[in-house]
Nanobody
Framework: QEQLVESGGGLVQAGGSLKLSCAAS????????VDWFRQAPGKEREFVAA????????YYADSVKGRFTVSRDNAKNMVYLQMNNVKPEDTAVYYC????????????????WGLGTQVTVSS
């Protein structure tokens, strides 16, 4: 069973920063793009950011472009989401997922999900 584990969530003030991490086995990550999604209470899960296998291409939702940065370290089997200048509307549970294709924003193309990490932004 492929498993991804997110960490780094927490409570942060608006305008602050937070860095999320996503860990998995090499077998889980190898040759796959990884996306970050988020789901706020009462809302559908939405795409946030994507990074290809080699890490040299990224893609972002308009709502986070210029504020969030996705990166990966394949030697460590890690993917990161650096969140800067966060806003209250960024409050959500954040999930990482391996996904088929790049860039890919559709949930139906997800191979494996993590359990999520809560991010709460106070105003």
């Amino acid at each position: 069973q492929e498993q991804l584990v997110e960490s780094g969530g927490g409570l942060v003030q608006a305008g602050g920063s937070l860095k999320l991490s996503c860990a998995a086995s090499r077998r889980t990550f190898e040759n796959y793009a990884v996306d970050w999604f988020r789901q706020a209470p009462g809302k559908e899960r939405e795409f946030v950011a994507a990074i290809n296998w080699s890490g040299d291409s990224t893609y972002y939702a308009d709502s986070v472009k210029g504020r969030f940065t996705v990166s990966r370290d394949n030697a460590k089997n890690m993917v990161y989401l650096q969140m800067n200048n966060v806003k209250p509307e960024d409050t959500a549970v954040y999930y990482c997922a391996t996904i088929l294709g790049f860039p890919q924003t559709f949930l139906t193309r997800v191979r494996s999900w993590g359990l999520g990490t809560q991010v709460t932004v106070s105003s």
